[in-house]
């Protein structure tokens, strides 16, 4: 059963939330992280990602480059711009988009959960990234980013948090991409016990986004327990800053493909061979979406084509059923041999937030054939999870996006 906890968070002075509020570090390469820091000095971003602070010849993941994030976030708690929580709190945490709203629940995870597999993955973890993050961690012995978690709506807990959200907020504001950011306090101990309590009857949680950020928090976690053989499992370092969606609030969006060539093939010869194990069929100048599961958009000399799965290739396992796994496995591979998407440069992916104009932009410049999919659906994840089994790369793309910085949990 699961164990989530309140925390005593470091957060930003209300009066400067929404300057210190950040996107996530990975969704920057280092450049654009640099004129972010550069546009706005209190953004977190500076201490996610401290390279910002250095020439840019210099490593990024140099020991330097975790010492300043250290420092930086040290220089932000004694300036006054992050303050400590006095008690322990659970928060509600809203983002509304395009007039759609979600609200989490901020509180903390265990590291136990995710070894025992309470807490579910669906992804591969790469070491590099995985050091990275464990060295940001370990040395500025914090949690900067919440890891994006998932469970089956639980009544019991809806109602604590709607009846929150008729009180006042601590935060409340619009970030520059238009996404409405609210916050609510849960400090009373009664409604701090119910979410605990109901939280101990759910079965399983479900890594939505964040999976390096999760494996790295529970390495620095078992790191801490091995230079601390007496630790009592109370201590901060055995649980990782998160925030926990009900399924039925949550929006994955789309994530699409782009490629660079036909893998040698002419237009007709690959369409030939796709007609094989798909229904092919030519649309126009107009962008398709997909609507419904197995059907896919395909971008090929400025002309939309609708690709609909034919029933041999579809399949009930909760992995290969997958539109991704269809795709990759029946023509990114067979035909345009692109074998692991993870390492191929061949390949690239969109995000549905970018819309299908993005697509027709990518293959005017630099790819030659796109690929608009149909989203990845919640359920879908669950069932991969509880299957054991992982998804392909670059199955889910979740928006909005949290932020960092609003809540940081220190490890000592």
């Not at 398709?288 to 599961?293: D, G, H, N, S």
């Not at 609909?308 to 796994?325: Q, W, Y």
Request: charge should be negative; hydrophobic fraction near 40%; glycine fraction near 4%.
């Amino acid at each position: 059963m699961a164990t989530v906890r309140p925390f005593k968070a470091l957060r930003p002075k209300e009066e400067v939330a929404s300057k210190v509020a950040a996107l996530p570090y990975d969704v920057y390469n280092r450049e654009e992280a640099l004129q972010e820091v550069l546009k706005e000095p209190l953004s977190f971003l500076k201490v996610d990602r401290a390279e910002t602070q250095f020439h840019e010849s210099f490593n990024p993941y140099d020991i330097q480059v975790y010492e300043k994030a250290r420092d930086i976030l040290q220089d932000m708690i004694s300036q006054g711009v992050l303050i400590k929580e006095a008690q322990n709190c659970y928060y509600a945490y809203e983002l509304t988009m395009a007039g759609r709203s979600q609200t989490g629940l901020v509180g903390c995870a265990s590291i136990d959960d995710y070894l025992t597999n309470v807490i579910k993955k669906h992804e591969k973890t790469r070491e590099d990234k995985e050091i990275d993050r464990i060295n940001h961690v370990d040395i500025c012995a914090a949690h900067t980013g919440p890891i994006f978690l998932a469970y089956r709506a639980q009544e019991t807990i809806n109602t604590v948090i709607e009846r929150i959200k008729q009180e006042k907020s601590i935060y409340d504001f619009v970030a520059s991409d238009g996404v409405r950011h609210k916050v609510w306090s849960i400090a009373k101990q009664d409604d701090i016990e119910i979410i605990s309590t109901k939280f101990k009857n759910i079965e399983s949680i479900y890594i939505a986004d964040g999976h390096h950020r999760t494996a790295s928090a529970v390495k620095v976690g078992l790191k801490r327990r091995a230079e601390n053989p007496n630790y009592t499992g109370d201590e901060e370092f055995n649980y990782f800053l998160s925030v926990l969606f009900p399924h039925d609030q949550l929006m994955i969006l789309d994530y699409n493909r782009v490629v660079k060539d036909l893998n040698g093939l002419s237009k007709e010869e690959f369409l030939t061979k796709v007609a094989k194990n798909f229904n092919v069929e030519e649309l126009g100048t107009e962008p398709y979406k997909p609507e419904t599961k197995a059907v896919f958009g395909m971008y090929l000399e400025g002309v939309w084509y609708k690709l609909t799965a034919k029933d041999e290739i579809r399949s009930v396992n909760p992995v290969e059923g997958l539109d991704v796994a269809i795709l990759q496995n029946y023509l990114l591979i067979p035909i345009l041999n692109i074998k692991d998407i993870r390492t191929d440069k061949r390949i690239d992916f969109v995000g549905g937030i970018r819309g299908l104009e993005e697509l027709e932009k990518r293959v005017s410049t630099d790819m030659k054939i796109a690929f608009a999919m149909f989203p990845t659906s919640i359920n879908e994840l669950f069932e991969v999870s509880d299957a054991g089994e992982l998804m392909p790369p670059k199955s889910t793309w979740f928006e909005p996006k949290l932020r960092s910085g609003l809540f940081i949990h220190e490890l000592r």
